[in-house]
């Protein structure tokens, strides 16, 4: 066994939304185009009929599709919008039957798993765990930017997880916390809108180096940086690098993983987020569950210049399939 490639259709937000692309194109050009085999979708943006309630005609389809396109079901991805109420947080109850509806989902849909926003409360997934156990549904917490492995946030998780016993909870690592320099994407615009470029490569080796964003911001004001190398530094003022490492000590509780990526080159590198050393470390943790390609570059392209997602997603699968040594 190995390490498993998928895609979460949130790489292909853009050509959905337009309606360039339906739901079984996107399974297709998953399968068929970008090589991979596991099916990640976020369920109220990309629905199997009507969300979230599938009629038993859209589920025979969905499950039709799997089968002529080869595919499996990876991870569903659920939000429990605990702020959708104007002037007041979603109870403890509310949170706890939207958890519900999506784990039912799941099940009905055939996900094994569902992605759990790391905003999250913990009361909300250890009330669902009941559910969650008789749907045999995992709920994986997503370790995301600006959050790390080691944040307070995800260590209280891991001692519910403990007290707990179960094994329908975990983690999902979020690859943009390995992010270590601005996408090169961005670097490039920057120069074409005049940036200078010294000041540009101080600002990938500082934080590369480990330097705190903040100072870099400071000093760029020191120095009267203008607003272009302004904008590149103020990218990375939420970006948090936890050390790959550290997934040694969730090791138990990782069963997906979000490959995210920003800015895949040429030669099928990611230009600004280190895989190879987390990759090693998941391969010495003998971990052997999916990670989808989920693309979020589309916010590096401005005005009529669009993202060609698909082909995003078709290097970083080849730049998976290096990595897990297919």
């Given at each position: 066994?190995?390490i498993?490639r998928?895609?979460?259709f ?13 739901l ?27 969300y ?13 599709w799997m ?30 039957q ?17 992605r759990v ?8 997934v250890?009330?669902s ?11 994986g ?8 492995i080691?944040a ?11 007290r ?6 975990g ?18 615009d ?26 870099i911001i ?5 120095s009267n ?6 904008q590149?530094a ?9 050390k790959?490492?550290?997934l ?5 509780y ?46 590096l ?12 997603v078709?290097r ?11």
């Open positions: 066994m190995s498993k998928g895609v979460s949130y790489s292909y937000q853009q050509a959905y939304y337009k309606g360039i692309y339906n079984e194109d996107l399974i297709r050009i998953t399968s068929q185009e970008a090589g991979a085999e596991g099916i990640e979708i976020v369920a109220e943006q990309t629905p199997v009929g009507s979230p309630n599938p009629s038993d005609a859209d589920v025979d389809r969905w499950f039709g089968d002529k396109y080869k595919t499996k079901l990876a991870c569903m991805d659920s939000f429990i919008d605990y702020l959708m109420f104007k002037g007041r947080v979603c109870t403890l109850k509310e949170q706890v939207m958890m519900e509806r999506d784990l039912r989902l799941a099940a009905k849909l055939g996900f094994p798993v569902i926003l790391c905003p999250v409360r913990k009361e909300v250890e009330a765990i009941p559910i969650a156990e008789y749907c045999n549904v995992r709920m917490l997503e370790v995301h930017s600006p959050m790390m080691h307070r946030w995800i260590e209280e998780y891991v001692d519910m997880y403990e707990s016993g179960s094994k329908h909870v983690i999902i690592p979020d690859f943009g916390i390995f992010q270590k320099r601005p996408a090169r994407k961005m670097i490039q920057a120069l074409k809108r005049g940036a200078d470029e010294k000041t540009l490569m101080y600002i990938s080796e500082a934080f590369e180096s480990g330097t705190d964003i903040n100072k400071q000093q760029l004001k020191q940086a203008g607003p272009n190398e302004m590149v103020m990218s990375l003022i939420r970006t948090r690098r936890s790959p490492e550290d040694k000590d969730i090791a138990k990782i069963f997906h993983v979000h490959g995210k990526f920003y800015d895949m080159d040429e030669n099928c590198n990611e230009t600004c987020i280190d895989y190879e050393t987390p990759f090693k470390v998941l391969k010495e943790i003998g971990y052997e569950g999916y990670i989808s390609s989920e693309f979020e570059g589309q916010g392209y401005k005005g009529e210049e669009e993202a060609d997602e698909l082909e995003q078709k970083h699968q080849v730049m998976l399939k290096r990595l897990i040594g297919e």
